[in-house]
């Protein structure tokens, strides 16, 4: 049996911000994760400069062998309508591979790695948690992220004990992904329109999602991502024929869409803490409302989590760790979709007025939604 201080079951941004962390404060740490890294993640792949001073990240360092494409600007529209560009003249945003980004955070954190390993059994022995009949902890942390096995765990507890419905946590609405990214031939880089620096945003006529278009030195990455829908795959047909529309990619693109699901943050979130277990990231739910973004968020819950393991005895940490992430996540949580509080006889049209408005699309869209420029780190 080999134990540990703190295991975290998912090697993702939020697990490996934890587990960076933890280890700074020379607490033992081991992350195991059923995929071997570098692995891919479905992700349009940008990340904000609040992110970099947060962990503390080298940008010429990860430069000298990774990408990190500085972004300045971006152009955004309604998929078939007209577009706008807004320009900031200085780097807010930066685009990554997720593939790279994840596995430079985790090989960082210097943790203990378990790699290639589901959790297929997860129980009690005392003051501690037996994850697998090998590993043992008295707290670990889901950080696996929508079909954390964790949360999966600490959910079904949690609804056998309740003891009214009004116990049980809401349900939060549910977005799904498609994407695809590849490495452009040089006959490709040739023919494709789009900029490094301007990642393309479309967003779809009934505002409930939007498609991308980002690439990142040789490399483009397109998809798309809708609410509760069930008929993506022909919202993404119908995407990648208009961008051969507007002659954004001129070639067929290579191999199939990866699909991914998330949850929106739309309430306060709720850990669901029991004694030694502790969930963070996507197993929470705490994607942006507006954006989808989950890069972010899930990285500034397993910060918050690894200060309240270094801060207070281990009958406290769940208990404080609430407390941190609702403070944390207060500001926003509330705020409806766009499509919640439109009509939707009125929603094209009123799209198609918000979207084409320069004031709206840097002012809200952007600097609120999407970079989030008046919150610090």
């Given amino acids: 049996m080999e134990r540990v201080d703190v295991l975290i079951v998912g090697g993702g941004p939020a697990g490996s ?5 933890l280890q700074q404060s020379g607490i033992d740490v081991l992350v195991l994760d059923k995929a071997r890294f570098p692995r891919h993640k479905v992700c349009a792949g940008w990340i904000t400069p609040q992110i970099l001073d947060d962990l503390k990240l080298d940008v010429a360092d990860y430069q000298s062998r990774l990408i990190m494409q500085p972004i300045t600007r971006f152009l955004t529209g309604l998929i078939g309508g007209p577009e706008i560009v807004t320009e900031y003249g200085t780097t807010v945003s930066y685009g990554i591979r997720r593939c ?33 009949d090998h590993f043992r902890a008295p707290i670990v942390i889901g950080a696996g992220g929508h079909f954390c096995p964790v949360a999966r765990h600490v959910m079904k507890e949690f609804a056998a004990h309740s003891e009214s ?18 490495e452009m031939t040089a006959a490709e880089q040739d023919s494709c329109s789009v900029l490094p620096d301007r990642p393309e ?40 024929a208009f961008l051969r529309q507007r002659h954004k990619i001129e070639f067929d693109l290579p191999g199939k869409f990866q699909g991914h699901a998330y949850r929106l943050r739309t309430h306060l979130p709720r850990s669901h803490s029991t004694s030694g277990i502790i969930l963070i990231g ?4 705490l994607a942006d409302r507006q954006s989808g973004e989950g890069i972010r968020p899930a990285i500034e819950s397993g910060l918050l989590c690894a200060e309240s393991i270094t801060e207070f005895a281990p ?11 609702e ?16 009509p939707a006889s009125l929603r094209q049209f009123a799209a198609r007025r918000l979207l084409c408005s320069r004031w709206f699309t840097r002012h809200v869209l ?9 919150k610090r780190a």
């Fill in 17 to 21: 911000s934890c587990a960076w962390k």
């Fill in 100 to 132: 790279e980004f994840d596995d430079y955070l985790l090989m960082r954190s210097q943790a203990r790695l378990k790699l290639g390993e589901s959790v297929h059994s997860l129980h009690r022995d005392g003051s501690d948690w037996v994850v697998n």
């Fill in 165 to 182: 419905a009004a116990e049980v946590p809401p349900d939060l609405p549910v977005v799904l992904a498609q994407e695809v990214e590849f």
């Fill in 201 to 240: 945003l479309f967003f779809c006529p009934d505002l409930k999602g939007y498609g991308w278009v980002f690439r990142k030195g040789n490399f483009l990455n397109v998809g798309l991502g809708r609410e509760g829908e069930e008929h993506l795959s022909g919202h993404v047909t119908e995407f990648v």
């Fill in 282 to 285: 996507d197993a929470v739910g």
């Fill in 315 to 325: 009958d406290q940490v769940a208990a404080q760790f609430q407390t941190k992430l």
């Fill in 327 to 342: 403070a944390h996540f207060q500001q926003g949580t509330e705020s409806s979709a766009l499509s919640n509080w439109i």
């Fill in 366 to 374: 952007l600097d609120q939604w999407f970079l989030h420029r008046s």
